[in-house]
């Protein structure tokens, strides 16, 4: 046996050994449907394509992979505005049905029709750290959000899960505080926006709004203040994948999107997406008034 193809199989037999928990992963993700499969045979590809000879953990380097590739799926379905492939699809062939049948018994078919509910990187997030025990600092790149960011985004899941609604007051607050924001940008005014700031804020760009003439981070109140002094005026608040931040409007089309983390009432975060894909795969809803 060659060193190539003992490598193949090794990695054949691990990934066997990890099949039912990425099941598990993409069932949670994307309910009873034919995506599961087709989502853990990605899985396998991209394995078999993958240098993995510094990957100390691979269980969890698999459950990375096969979260993306479920974020990917969910994103494109809502992007076409199909109907949610969840419990209520036509059952499974034979050969299958036993398997689907415990999956729904574990997780539950009330649990199931919840979590397609929530936004693809909620239900992301929920999945992965209360279903699975991921660490909010590995999720985080994979939503495309700060750790803060993710951590918000499975504690309003859970929120939903449990029955409670997302507090508008919250939301209120918020809203307030972008407003302000915006409100200071357009006007050049840089005391306005230190003092909806937080004194760490991040400002975190993405490949093609980096492209647009940022930097890919910044840091600070005053680095921050002093990048938005001034511009704004075509950027309007918006719920974004149901979170309070800003889209910005062109050409009556949305180019980028501001996802705002916040630290009390004030900005800790901001993150620009400009990418054509992602940005036309997010939920944004344009608050007027």
Known sequence: MTQENFEENFLSR?????????????????????????AVQEAWLRLSRSDTSD???????????????????????????EDPMGPHVPEPVDETREREAEMADSVGAALLIVLETLQPAERLAFVLHDMFAVPFEEIAPIVGRTVDASRQL?????????GAPVPEADLSRQRAIVDAFL?????????????????????????????????PE?????AVAQLYKGRAQAARPALVDGEMGVAVILGGQLRIALRITFSGNRIAGIDAMADAELVAALDVEVLEG
């Open 183 to 215: 409100k200071a940008s357009r006007e050049g005014n840089f005391e306005g926006l230190l003092a909806v700031l937080d004194p760490d804020v991040v400002f975190r760009a993405d490949d093609a709004a980096v492209r647009l003439g940022t930097l």
């Open 218 to 222: 910044i840091r600070g109140a005053d």
């Open 14 to 38: 691990q990934f066997e050994a990890n099949r039912d928990h990425l099941r598990a992963v993409a069932y949670r993700m994307l309910g009873a449907s034919g995506e599961v499969d087709d």
């Open 55 to 81: 990957v100390a953990n691979l269980r969890g380097w698999l459950t990375t992979v096969v979260a993306r590739i479920c974020l990917d799926m969910l994103r494109a379905r809502k992007s076409r505005k």
């Open 154 to 162: 499975a504690s309003r899941a859970r929120r939903r899960v449990q």
